[in-house]
């Protein structure tokens, strides 16, 4: 393995900074791989405390669950049927996805979908061929989840370095700015790599009264 | 308040390595002030989602509750006792217990308190008639806890700094170095004090199987 795993879910907007963090740095010749975790399976409470889930997101129907559920579902498999065109197009509709849905505000709905998929540029009908082979897609989405529980996932964006260290990175600036998200990322590498073990730093968040 | 506020529970190792950091960094020049955090409390299924706490471990009676709810309690109780000696007494009864603790990993005991006392070097008389005035403790523990509780403090140790951040942080490797230790003081800062507004980086845990 020598790229960075970095799960995604595209209801989260700290995963959608998490997104534009990466692709910076792929730009700078950082190798990223973008892959899925869903917080609804995550905080799923079938799932709570069981060695293995039995709550899984791709078994639903497309028409079940709360609207979280049904678009967080629908946005993975739009997007693995995306990525079928390449790595550049993942990593176009991936972009133009959260852009629509955390920088514009748009739902996560068909239009949404539609829309990131011309933005990238895709072979359109491709894509929308590639969308109706539901099994395949729904397939591949369970290999992340799966990888992702293995892994100890519990929320976006997670990055899972090369060499193993792995953690979940949640800020709230946007960057899009080169030297800034080198010195965010070496920022989060030194963390993990520090000889102190680093486990966590988790600011506190006085509670609402 | 120029002073960085350490909350700790002597229950916790993770609170150990905290006081063990602050203290090279106080013989170095930093100042810091010991503060008390009550995991019991802050985790006690009553105070669940509660604005403020509806239990108190300072309501508790001394023989009440589980043992680490009556050590903890004895324990804090025992070291506000002993900082009525001064700021270096404070230090030095705290490191003491939690090393009787962590290090040697003797119960937080009697034979525990009085043994961190001599190791103080404590005027003896003196802590044991501290001891005794349970409610003026009390009465100033509490107020340590609700502070605690208004800076949204959740776990130990958690760092109060000057400038208002404020963040848990967990790491596995005591250090005693004051290199090292200037170091991980220094990479803490930059996390809390980074333009990314980091809230979190905790690192992913594989589920036991």
């Excluded at 899984?56 to 979280?68: I, K, N, R, S, V």
């Excluded at 293995?150 to 953690?167: K, N, Q």
Aim: net charge negative.
């Amino acid at each position: 393995m020598t790229a960075t795993d970095l799960f995604v879910d595209f209801l989260c907007p700290y995963a959608w900074r998490g997104v534009e963090l990466a692709a910076v740095l792929r730009a700078q010749g950082e190798t990223f791989r973008l892959r899925h975790f869903s917080l609804v399976q995550g905080n799923h409470p079938e799932n709570a405390g069981q060695p293995e889930p039995r709550w899984w997101l791709t078994e639903q129907a497309a028409e079940e669950g709360t609207p979280y559920q049904r678009s967080s579902l629908a946005a993975f498999l739009a997007a693995r049927a995306a990525a079928q065109q390449g790595e550049d197009a993942a990593w176009a509709y991936t972009l133009a996805l959260f852009r629509a849905r955390h920088e514009a505000g748009q739902p996560l709905d068909e239009s949404s979908f539609s829309g990131a998929a011309q933005t990238a540029g895709l072979d359109l009908e491709r894509w929308q061929a590639a969308r109706a082979d539901d099994d395949a897609l729904r397939g591949s989405l369970r290999e992340d989840l799966a990888d992702a529980h293995r892994l100890g996932v519990f929320g976006t964006p997670t990055y899972v370095l090369p060499d193993g260290h792995a953690a979940y990175y949640r800020f709230e600036q946007l960057t899009r700015d080169p030297g800034v998200a080198r010195e965010r990322w070496n920022l989060y590498l030194s963390v993990l790599r520090s000889e102190a073990g680093i486990g966590t730093i988790k600011r506190t968040k006085p509670p609402v009264r």
